[in-house]
Nanobody, 122 residues
Framework: QVQLVESGGGLVQAGGSLRLSCAAS???????MGWFRQAPGKEREFVAV????????GYADSVKGRFTISRDNAKNTVYLQMNSLKPEDTAVYYC????????????????WGQGTQVTVSS
């Protein structure tokens, strides 16, 4: 069984930066790992994904050039570096693990963390 625990969220001013971490228990080194977010009253949306080997990654258009996903398989940890934050980035951010795919679709992920709140003030 895989458990995911996110950390690093908080309150930041527009233009600022945060780095989210997702610590995994269990054997996730072969899994694709993704970040999703959900703002109040909105559906959960894809943010970024990284392949098991860290060599391939993908981003939502809304965060491309501002966010960077990375992973350290030795530490079973995935990161999301968020720069140039905007108020519209405010959401609960979720880490997820996908055993067999490299997907932008939330329903295809097998494991989820509890989420960490990111609030960007204007």
């Amino acid at each position: 069984q895989v458990q995911l625990v996110e950390s690093g969220g908080g309150l930041v001013q527009a233009g600022g930066s945060l780095r989210l971490s997702c610590a995994a228990s269990g054997r996730t080194f072969s899994y694709a790992m993704g970040w999703f977010r959900q703002a109040p009253g909105k559906e959960r949306e894809f943010v970024a994904v990284i392949k098991w080997n860290g060599r391939n990654s993908g981003y939502a258009d809304s965060v491309k050039g501002r966010f960077t996903i990375s992973r350290d398989n030795a530490k079973n940890t995935v990161y999301l570096q968020m720069n140039s934050l905007k108020p519209e980035d405010t959401a609960v951010y979720y880490c997820a693990a996908d055993r067999t795919r490299y997907s932008y679709t939330a329903s295809e992920y097998d494991y989820w963390g509890q989420g960490t709140q990111v609030t960007v003030s204007s």
